[in-house]
Nanobody, 123 residues
Framework: QVQLVESGGGLVQAGGSLRLSCAAS????????MGWFRQVPGKEREFVAS????????YYAKFVKGRFTISRDNAKNTVYLQMNSLNAEDTAVYYC????????????????WGKGTLVTVSS
């Protein structure tokens, strides 16, 4: 079992920045590729970014357009999502996931999910 706990969400003005964190506990963190998804009420959950177990390979959704950066610190069992140039369309609950392989669509074998952290961007 892997437990994932997201943090770092909050209210930010358009154009601002936030850094989300996802702390993992349980099985060996380096065994997992990690990813971030987001969901707006009434819409499907959508892929944001993913990262390989080593951190050497990353993928991003097209809407990120260079604004977000995913990274991980395996010594701290934590994955991050640095979000810059936020706009109102980025308002959502952001979820962390752990799985087998990072892909351009998410993480294959997404076995574990956190409960999410809310990001609200005011325009």
């Amino acid at each position: 079992q892997v437990q994932l706990v997201e943090s770092g969400g909050g209210l930010v003005q358009a154009g601002g920045s936030l850094r989300l964190s996802c702390a993992a506990s349980g099985r060996t963190f380096t065994s997992y590729a990690m990813g971030w998804f987001r969901q707006v009420p009434g819409k499907e959950r959508e892929f944001v970014a993913s990262i390989s177990w080593s951190g050497g390979i990353t993928y991003y959704a097209k809407f990120v357009k260079g604004r977000f950066t995913i990274s991980r610190d395996n010594a701290k069992n934590t994955v991050y999502l640095q979000m810059n140039s936020l706009n109102a369309e980025d308002t959502a609950v952001y979820y962390c996931t752990a799985g087998k392989i990072a892909t351009a669509q998410g993480v294959d074998g997404m076995d574990y999910w956190g409960k999410g952290t809310l990001v609200t961007v005011s325009s």
